[in-house]
């Protein structure tokens, strides 16, 4: 079983409509982040959480919210989707221990807004 | 938030070439991450260099952290079709553990 799971995988929905995406994982990870990735942008951080009751901003947090419902479970939210927020976007997980800091990756969702 | 340059952006070789993808920053990193995303996938840590200077090699790769940590290259020898895929840099930050990622470098080995 995979240790950092996205649901759902691909997403086709309209501007305005509010949307989710749900990561879950299995590592025992306190740190939990979301990156969209664009093509030429490489990946850039919405939010990111290093435990439970710790929830910050990254560079592009701009019309999304999340939500960490436990050590295992960090979603995003669109409120109001719009077209420019059509991307790849991922989850992943890290230990502050050795190695540095290295991060988790799930395996993306694909989401189109129209 | 740290900037981290990757280039080149796309690299189509053939399969026995070698290759250097590069990553420079005006930043100063704790550390300096690889990664290599196949399509479908997300990311996949290939190695991690810390100290200025640092080499690293993972069988054909050859990874090196320049000796102000401001950048960092990855060279492949002798290139192989399962060489292909994005390979993306990323700069641990001297305020915590935020990573910043460079753009990516898409890399296609022919056969």
């Known amino acids: 079983d995979a240790d950092v799971t996205q649901t759902p995988r691909n997403r086709i929905t309209k501007t305005g409509k509010r949307i989710m995406l749900e990561c879950s994982q299995t590592?025992?990870?306190?740190?939990m982040y979301w990156y969209r990735q664009d093509p030429g942008l490489g990946l850039r951080l919405i939010y990111y959480?290093?435990?439970?009751?710790?929830?910050n901003k990254g560079e592009i947090s701009d019309g999304y919210s999340v939500s960490r419902q436990a050590q295992a479970k960090f979603s995003l939210s669109l409120e109001s989707a719009i077209p420019n927020q059509t991307a790849l976007y991922f989850c992943?997980?890290?230990?502050?221990?050795?190695?540095?800091?290295?991060?988790?990756f799930g395996p993306g969702t694909r989401l189109t807004v129209l | 938030t740290q900037l981290l340059e990757q280039s080149p952006q796309f690299l189509s070789i053939q399969e026995g070439e070698n290759l250097t993808v590069y990553c420079n920053s005006s930043?100063?990193?704790?550390?300096l991450q690889w990664y290599r995303q196949e399509p479908g996938e997300g990311p996949v840590l290939l190695v991690t260099?810390?100290?200025?200077?640092e080499v690293k090699k993972l069988k054909r790769l050859t990874f090196q952290f320049g000796d102000a940590r401001k950048d960092s290259s990855l060279h492949i020898t002798a290139a192989q079709p399962g060489d292909t895929g994005l390979y993306l840099c990323?700069?641990?930050?001297?305020?915590?553990?935020?990573?910043?990622f460079g753009e990516g470098t898409q890399l296609t080995v022919n056969p």
């Open positions: 260099v810390v100290t200025g200077g």
């Open positions: 992943a997980t890290s230990d502050p221990g050795l190695p540095r800091d290295t991060q988790y």
């Open positions: 959480s290093f435990d439970v009751k710790d929830i």
């Open positions: 990323a700069g641990e930050e001297t305020s915590g553990s935020r990573l910043t």
């Open positions: 590592k025992g990870h306190d740190r």
């Open positions: 930043s100063v990193f704790s550390s």
